[in-house]
């Protein structure tokens, strides 16, 4: 099982990423994808989720309207399309796939945000 997280980097205030992560090792259609952060000193947190299908999506309050979450399935890809970003959105972010008691994370990627 593999999950890869790319697309992460340095940006400006105001600024967009749009982070990927590729998954191989698992049926990918049949799990739920989330990308969560962790900033420096604090704990994890969801960010956003996404359903198998793709039909429901939910986010960290912090996100709404800033992050969108997308998945396809033909390419065992999940993405993070993160807009007006801020200082606060600095942190390392990563994919966990889920189903039942399966659960699977990615390394992370870091996304860094200069004001």
């Keep these: 099982v593999q999950l890869v997280e790319s ?16 998954a191989s090792g698992f049926t990918f259609n ?10 420096p000193g604090k704990e994890r947190e969801l960010v956003a989720a996404i359903s198998s299908t793709g039909d429901n999506t939910n986010y960290a309050d ?5 992050f969108t979450i997308s998945r396809d399935n033909d ?3 999940v993405y993070l399309q993160m807009s007006s970003l801020k200082p606060e959105d600095t ?12 659960i699977y994370w990615g390394q992370g990627t870091q996304v860094t945000v200069s004001s």
């Design 91 to 102: 942190a390392v972010y990563y994919c966990r796939a889920g189903l039942l008691v399966r």
């Design 7 to 22: 697309g992460g980097g340095l940006v400006q205030f105001g600024g967009s990423l749009r982070l990927s992560c590729a």
């Design 62 to 66: 912090s996100v709404k309207g800033r």
């Design 75 to 77: 390419k065992n890809t």
């Design 30 to 39: 049949n799990y739920r994808m989330s990308w969560y952060r962790q900033a």
